[in-house]
């Protein structure tokens, strides 16, 4: 059964440094997004992507964030600066339309 | 705003003890109503999609329905196997798919 897959599974960085987290989606799916889980705390939406380009972005989503699709298969969410505060798992999914298909998630913890 | 209030929190049942979890939202055109299974460490996986007040959904013992301001995953005689936490989630049809998640009910089904 096709599943989406996120590398690394978990990343410890230091504040300030530069962190790509990876994703490969369900090859027949046309919507990309990424969403974050702080710990004991809700799913929160990123960024959504299609026909390679971004269709929306939350408020957390501000200008240290971006998205790539840099070839046919990989999805990318690069954080340039990060924070403590942006210790979380972050979630790629892909979408035939409306129900989400997730990752296993990428632990980021920011120290 | 699309809000989602999931209750209870959390819901600890005897093996073969049916019940109901509750998802109420609010959202400007309702696109679709998600239901999704999250184990610990995992992302979520999708359960099922409602579209239209009325509409129900089975999966096993999971059966999920629909009214215009609330949406019910009933469980009927769970198993061990059936613990997890279960998110709900909307998409407004304003939007590109930007999925908004309730907190979640955790359930435990003890033997």
């Known amino acids: 059964e096709p599943e989406v897959t996120q590398t690394p599974s978990h990343q410890v960085t230091q504040m300030g440094q530069e962190v790509i987290l990876r994703c490969v989606p369900i090859?027949?799916?046309?919507?990309f997004y990424w969403y974050r889980q702080i710990l004991g705390q809700k799913v929160e939406f990123l960024v959504s992507?299609?026909?390679?380009?971004?269709?929306?972005k939350s408020e957390i989503f501000d200008d240290q964030f971006s998205v790539e699709r840099p070839d046919g298969s990989n999805f990318t969410l690069k954080i340039r600066s990060t924070k403590l505060e942006d210790s979380a798992m972050y979630f790629c999914?892909?979408?035939?339309?409306?129900?989400?298909?997730f990752g296993e998630g990428s632990r980021l913890t920011v120290l | 705003e699309d809000q989602v209030t999931q209750s209870p929190e959390a819901l600890r049942l005897q093996e073969g003890e049916s019940s109901s979890l509750n998802c109420s939202y609010t959202v400007s055109g309702l696109r679709g109503l998600f239901w999704y299974r999250q184990d610990p460490g995992k992302g979520p996986e999708f359960l099922f999609t409602?579209?239209?007040a009325g509409e129900e959904k089975e999966k096993e013992r999971l059966k999920a329905t629909l009214t215009k301001k609330e949406s019910f995953l009933h469980i009927t005689a769970p198993k061990p196997e059936d613990s997890a936490t279960y998110l709900c989630?909307?998409?407004?049809?304003?939007?590109?798919?930007?999925?908004?998640f309730g907190d979640g009910t955790t359930l435990t089904v003890k033997p």
């Open positions: 992507f299609y026909n390679n380009e971004i269709s929306e």
């Open positions: 409602l579209y239209s």
């Open positions: 999914a892909s979408s035939p339309w409306g129900e989400l298909f």
């Open positions: 989630a909307v998409q407004a049809s304003t939007n590109a798919g930007k999925s908004t």
């Open positions: 090859s027949n799916h046309l919507y």
